[in-house]
Every structure is written in structure tokens, then in C-alpha cells.
């Protein structure tokens, strides 16, 4: 009896989701064309991922650089931006329904770590770092306000 409540609880997940996902307009189901007038999901998932890669290698950076003098808030917002980068290109890379979501709080996160990094003048990776994770926040939020 057991079993048969929780294979049912999953079907009705399973079921909501399709739902979700065929309730959805067109432009939601496939990525936008790459025609110029908008980012195409791949790019979108490209740009996360360089993003996810550059603020990881940002966070070793800052803690092998003791002279940078980074509070350790900085490394966990370099962490955690990488974090969501990853786990937003990994909802993409699925199809899940609520990527839009994911995409919108990874917007608002690369936003906010780009801004941490500027206050590191003169340091080319934290540079880098800001410009990477801007070019990301605004292809999540193009992505967020296009679904």
C-alpha cells in the first residue's frame, strides 16, 4: 500500500512538470534562434559555465594571495556565484521548466560579485573575473525575461 501512495506521488510530479512544460509558449519549450535579436540557450549555458570556471579560479586566487587582504565573505560570494552558475547551465542543459528561475537569481548573484571584484582594482584576474561574471548576469537575464 505504501509503495503504491509514493509511485503515485511520483507520477503526479512527473505529470505536473509535463504539464508545466506544455503549458509553456513555444518560445519557452526551444531556445531563441541565433539570429542576433536574441541569446540562444546554448550561449546562455557557455556563458554560466565560463562563469562557474572563473569565479572558482578567482576564489583560489584570492585565498593564495594573502596581500589582497579578502575577507573571507568575498571567497564564499566567488563560491557560491560559481555555485549557481553551475547549477543554472546544469537546469538548462535539461530543460527544466523552471530554468527561468535559476536564470533570474544568477542574474542578480553575478551582479553582485561582479561589483566585489571591481573593488579589487588592478588585479587582472578579479578583473576578468567582473567582466565574465557581467557578461553571464546579463545573459541570464535576457534568458529570465524571455521565457
Same mark, same amino acid.
Request: charged share 15%.
Given at each position: 500500500?505504501?509503495?503504491?501512495?509514493?509511485?503515485?506521488?511520483?507520477?503526479?510530479?512527473?505529470? $505536473? /512538470?509535463?504539464?508545466?512544460?506544455?503549458?509553456?509558449?513555444?518560445?519557452?519549450? &526551444?531556445?531563441?534562434?541565433?539570429?542576433?535579436?536574441?541569446?540562444?540557450?546554448?550561449?546562455?549555458?557557455?556563458?554560466?559555465?565560463?562563469?562557474?570556471?572563473?569565479?572558482?579560479?578567482?576564489?583560489?586566487?584570492?585565498?593564495?594571495?594573502?596581500?589582497?587582504?579578502?575577507?573571507?565573505?568575498?571567497?564564499?560570494?566567488?563560491?557560491?556565484?560559481? *555555485?549557481?552558475?553551475? $547549477? $543554472?547551465?546544469?537546469?538548462? /542543459?535539461?530543460?527544466?521548466? $523552471?530554468?527561468?528561475?535559476?536564470?533570474?537569481?544568477?542574474?542578480?548573484?553575478?551582479? #553582485?560579485?561582479?561589483?566585489?571584484?571591481?573593488?579589487?582594482?588592478?588585479? &587582472?584576474?578579479?578583473t576578468r573575473c567582473a567582466a565574465t561574471?557581467? *557578461?553571464?548576469? &546579463? #545573459?541570464?537575464?535576457?534568458?529570465?525575461?524571455?521565457?
Amino acid at each position: 500500500m505504501e509503495m503504491q501512495v509514493r509511485d503515485r506521488r511520483e507520477l503526479l510530479a512527473v505529470l $505536473t /512538470l509535463a504539464g508545466a512544460a506544455a503549458a509553456m509558449p513555444a518560445a519557452a519549450q &526551444a531556445p531563441p534562434s541565433g539570429d542576433g535579436h536574441g541569446m540562444s540557450m546554448d550561449d546562455c549555458v557557455a556563458l554560466c559555465i565560463a562563469s562557474h570556471r572563473s569565479c572558482l579560479t578567482s576564489a583560489r586566487h584570492v585565498i593564495e594571495q594573502p596581500g589582497l587582504r579578502a575577507p573571507a565573505q568575498f571567497v564564499a560570494l566567488l563560491q557560491d556565484c560559481a *555555485e549557481l552558475c553551475q $547549477t $543554472t547551465a546544469n537546469s538548462m /542543459l535539461r530543460g527544466a521548466p $523552471t530554468h527561468t528561475l535559476l536564470c533570474s537569481a544568477c542574474a542578480d548573484l553575478c551582479a #553582485a560579485c561582479a561589483q566585489a571584484c571591481d573593488a579589487f582594482k588592478g588585479d &587582472a584576474v578579479l578583473t576578468r573575473c567582473a567582466a565574465t561574471c557581467r *557578461e553571464c548576469g &546579463a #545573459a541570464c537575464r535576457h534568458m529570465a525575461m524571455a521565457m
